[in-house]
């Protein structure tokens, strides 16, 4: 059955079925209005299968899922609640820039995945930050400065008005000729490539527009 065809929580409770073979303390997802929650714990397990450490999670899917990840709630009370700590004013946690996260998952959102890809990372990262003051790899800034470090690493390009320009290109919110060279370095016109493009490298151009109200 294709995800279109299936029902949102028939698609939820199987990828959920799939992630709990490896996050086996995950509870079944609960219908909640238009959306579907997970609590649970997670173990973080090193190499040497050690366990650092354990968090308690609730996992928020909205009915956009698989199109759009879930959000991250720390409920265990290990995770101070603010930005030094990448923890949104909602609760929510900042697990990376949004882009980042759509561009590793491009080839399809599951629970699982991004449990592995996302969710494991920064609770690791986070109980490495407290031993050691940093993470294993890049800590990305909180919130906007955050999205904004992201751009400039993905582009190569350390001029905020051009990482506005070309991220205002991909949007199509300048105007952009039908027969200049696109954007994207193909070296095609723009009309015979990223014409009417529903998204840029695996990322849907709602979540590159957000990001473009904060790089304004």
Known sequence: MSVRNQSGFELVYQHYLEAKEVYPRLFEPVQSDNKFIIDGTVDIIDRDKTNWATYEVRIVISEKYPFRVPSLFETGGQIIKSPDWHVY????????????????????????????????????????????????????????????????????????????????????????????????????????????????????????????????
């Open 89 to 216: 004013s909602d609760g929510s946690c900042c697990l990376a820039p949004p882009v980042k996260m759509y561009m590793e998952l491009s080839e399809g959102i599951t629970l699982g995945k991004w449990l592995s890809k996302h969710v494991i990372p920064f609770l690791a990262n986070h109980h490495l930050k407290t031993k050691t003051g940093q993470y294993a790899d890049i800590e990305y800034s909180h919130g906007k400065e955050g999205i904004r470090e992201f751009y400039r690493k993905w582009f190569g390009i350390d001029d905020d008005s051009e990482i506005l320009k070309k991220v205002m290109y991909i949007t199509k919110m300048t105007s952009f000729g039908r027969n200049d060279n696109c954007f994207c370095g193909s070296g095609k016109k723009y009309k015979c490539c990223h014409w009417n493009i529903k998204e840029y490298q695996g990322v849907p151009l709602e979540i590159i527009e957000e990001d473009l109200r904060y790089l304004k």
